[in-house]
Antibody, heavy 118, light 106 residues
């Protein structure tokens, strides 16, 4: 079955870069849209960005200048880099598979809490 | 940028019908999905493409979408349905979530 697993530091200092990796099993990463989504404490879900079809990406306009989403097909993984973080970036970060354009998310990782603090 | 608006909270008595709305400009021309998220868990899709109920989702969950509003309806609400619910749509090439609605069953 399809499984997604986030990994990365749980604590990042302000102004530094948050880096997470999502390992995908049970399906090839060369299809679908692979997303990063976060949920800050007490707030709702926020879409961060996706990568699909050999490396094409799109990101939330509100985060665009700080976000890079990339894929490593050889490892069946995709990654998130979020630069110049502040306390407002503290959240549970999820990786997720989106079936296709106009479709829904069908698989989610368990989520990983990232705290931005000195 | 495109925005989806949901009521922050909805309350319902067990066995009654819960209705959660999601509003956006010409939302009826886009597919809307609905996700349920319980504390400490990842979201789960309960309605996709406006009205489709994925395998394993109880029949009491249904959806509709017309004009500027998509609606999630839970008929005969159970205590286990208490959760946060998020609508989601595509705006051309970006993914948009509503702010979320906390459903309380009391």
């Amino acid at each position: 079955q399809v499984q997604l697993q986030e990994s990365g530091p749980g604590l990042v200092k302000p102004s530094e870069t948050l880096s997470l990796t999502c390992s995908v099993s049970g399906t090839s990463i060369t299809g679908y849209y692979w997303n990063w989504i976060r949920r800050p404490p007490g707030k709702g879900l926020e879409w961060i960005g996706y990568v699909y079809l050999g490396g094409n990406t799109n990101t939330n306009p509100s985060l665009k200048s700080r976000v890079t989403v990339s894929v490593d097909a050889s490892k069946n993984q995709f990654s998130l880099n979020l630069r110049s973080v502040t306390a407002a970036d503290t959240a549970i970060y999820y990786c997720a598979r989106l079936v296709g354009a106009t479709d829904n998310i069908d698989y989610w990782g368990q989520g990983t809490l990232v705290t931005v603090s000195s | 940028s495109y925005e989806l608006t949901q009521p922050p909270s909805v309350s319902v008595s067990p066995g009654q019908t819960a209705t959660i709305t999601c509003s956006g400009d010409k939302l009826g021309t886009k597919y809307t999905s609905w996700y349920q998220q319980k504390p400490g868990q990842s979201p789960v899709v309960v309605i996709s493409q406006d009205t489709r109920r994925p395998s394993g989702i109880p029949e009491r969950f249904s959806g509709s979408n017309s004009g500027n509003t998509a609606t999630l309806t839970i008929s005969g609400t159970h205590a286990m349905d208490e959760a946060d619910y998020f609508c989601q749509a595509w705006d051309i090439t970006t993914v948009v979530f509503g702010g979320g609605t906390k459903l309380t069953v009391l």
